[in-house]
């Protein structure tokens, strides 16, 4: 059976409807996606995503642990506690294992959150790896993770919990406050607007969810989540990235690390090797019609496949990101098939909107 949430019975009381996300009964909208999405870009929107996972990792060799373990190099966030660090957790030939993000605490103390659908594969990853440095992974299921994002998202977190925002009201991008013990407060987000991502006890996150309700925010399924994070260009894991490809073709070159020749982390060998072939591009429709995952484009320099596609609400055509051959630009031409129809696109540089402007 899929797993559940705390949550999952305030969700179904919501009117939501569940699916089997990576294994989880998640809410997929609680009625009109649109407004959901809306609701994000225009004023504020909460997600559950407590299915990700924190794993904290402690140890007094973590720091040489993580920087062999990932594609980015966490030396960078060393001393600045609470900056976050996104990065590919890589297989030796260069594959995806996960992407997700590493918090610096204390030279022996780190979290990472991973993907929920790939956690359990993460879990024993990082521990297979972890023991030739004594470095010890736990997972961390007593807690839930909410998001909360939109222009008003910050003002409407400090409403309901004002003793959060001096510790939080200067947090730059990808830094995060524990504003006590056990809950973090950060700035991290997927969906190309401003807000927080409140890391917390579990027992603590349905009052919580309904103090935020209370104060007007907008509860947000998977469904907007999705058109979100594709308007803000970000990268889905299994759809655009996976074990089967690497980062530098996957839109990800900015997330690897090589300025140090002496980091040998795991993947490396296979990234320095690999030829140039393909890359990862935007696309935005211009004709109706509605790109999907899967669809073959068609560009100057040889064909690809769009690896997500949706309907872009905020900018009313559709938006994807597709592998194709390298060498395309921003203002290329390309063609995506459609229903047996090849419908013309342009090839524009991701995001498509943030901050709710839009920008292709």
Known sequence: MPAQTPLFQTHVALGAKIVDFGG???PLSYGSLLEEHHAVRQSVGVFDVSHML?????????????RHLLAND???IVGHPGKALYSCMLRPDGGVIDDLITYFFAPDRW???VNAGTADKDTAWIREQAAAYGVTATPRRDLAMLAVQGPKARETVWAVH?????????LKPFTGALVDENTLVARTGYTGEDGFEIVLPAIAVKSFWDALLAAGVHPCGLGARDTLRLEAGMNLYGNDMDETVHPLESGLAWTVSLKDPERDFIGRQALEAAPAVRELVGLKLLERGIMRGHMKVR???GEGQVTSGTMAPTMGVSVGLARVPVGSVPGDRA?????????????????FVRNGKVLA
């Open 24 to 26: 989880w009964d998640m």
């Open 54 to 66: 924190n794993l904290d990792i402690t140890g007094d060799r973590a720091l040489d642990f993580l």
């Open 74 to 76: 966490v030396a960078k």
């Open 111 to 113: 979290r990472m959150v």
């Open 162 to 170: 004002p003793e959060w925002k001096p510790a939080t009201q200067d």
């Open 299 to 301: 560009t100057a320099q």
């Open 335 to 351: 063609e995506i098939e459609i229903r047996g129809k090849w419908v013309p696109a342009q090839i524009v540089r991701p995001p």
